[in-house]
């Protein structure tokens, strides 16, 4: 597992997202401020593929010069006010999701009187039916 590579490829996602939502940020005051400009950043977006933020902004420079600055100025206005909380919330949310998944899991195991018994792949030998025996 190359760590490195992977908080970079993180970082290259959260990048982009940042991106796609400082689009989103623009589009909404442009639609109040200026319509036709909002159609024709809309037009845009649709075209180009914002998976690759960075990709789109090269793009949108040589179109647009003025959007695509007001983008960068509020992907940059995003990142500073967000950056600061994401390590604790993807922990935690990463966590709480993991809980839950192994709860709802074991919930599967042991529910549902007269289902077959679970097997473990890992384990080699079916393992005993997991409910009580009922007489």
């Known amino acids: ?33 200026d319509p036709p400009r909002a159609l024709w950043l809309q037009q845009f977006s649709a075209r180009q593929n914002l998976q690759d933020g960075e990709a789109y902004l090269r793009a949108l420079l040589a179109e647009r010069p003025d959007l695509a600055y007001r983008i960068m100025t509020v ?11 994401l390590p604790e919330m993807a922990k935690a949310g990463i966590q709480q999701a993991n809980m839950e998944h192994r709860r709802n899991h074991l919930e599967r195991l042991t529910s549902a009187a007269g289902s077959p018994p679970v097997t473990h792949p890992e384990a080699g030998s079916p393992p005993q039916n997991l409910r009580p025996e009922t007489e």
């Open 75 to 85: 992907r940059e206005h995003v990142a500073a006010e967000v950056v600061d909380y």
């Open 1 to 33: 597992m190359d760590l490195k590579q992977i908080a970079k490829d993180t970082a290259k996602t959260l990048i982009s997202y940042l991106t796609y939502q400082a689009m989103r940020t623009v589009l909404a005051q442009l639609s109040e401020t």
